[in-house]
């Protein structure tokens, strides 16, 4: 099993910035992938960001690309999501996640372990 929580959300101005941090401990060798994602009253989870645990890679939707940066912290089992130049439209509870599962960065799907969230709020 894999624990993930999630800190640093809150209030902030549009156009400011937030950096969420997920901790992860347990069994996170088994870890591959973690991701941020973001839900609104009414709507599904979007996946935001992921990277991979080993080797780094990211990925973005195209509406974060150059706004938002997804960090990792190997030695410390920490994910970070940095978020300059926020908009009210980034308003949402973020979770963090991961998988165990090799998968293209990009697919949403099979992520087995979720933080509880935080809330993110962009005012205009």
């Known amino acids: 099993q894999v624990q993930l929580a999630e800190s640093g959300g809150g209030l902030v101005q549009a156009g400011g910035s937030l950096r969420l941090s997920c901790a992860a401990s347990?069994?996170?060798?088994?870890?591959?992938?973690m991701g941020w994602f973001r839900q609104t009253p009414g709507k599904g989870r979007e996946l935001v960001c992921a990277?991979?645990?080993?080797?780094?890679?990211?990925y973005y939707v195209d509406s974060v690309k150059g706004r938002f940066t997804i960090s990792r912290d190997n030695a410390k089992n920490t994910v970070y999501l940095q978020m300059n130049s926020l908009k009210p439209e980034d308003t949402a509870v973020y979770y963090c996640?991961?998988?165990?599962?090799?998968?293209?960065?990009?697919?949403?799907?099979?992520?087995?372990?979720w933080g509880q969230g935080t809330q993110v709020t962009v005012s205009s």
């Open positions: 990277i991979a645990w080993i080797g780094g890679g990211t």
């Open positions: 996640a991961a998988k165990r599962t090799y998968a293209s960065l990009s697919t949403s799907t099979g992520y087995d372990y």
């Open positions: 347990g069994r996170t060798a088994s870890i591959y992938a």
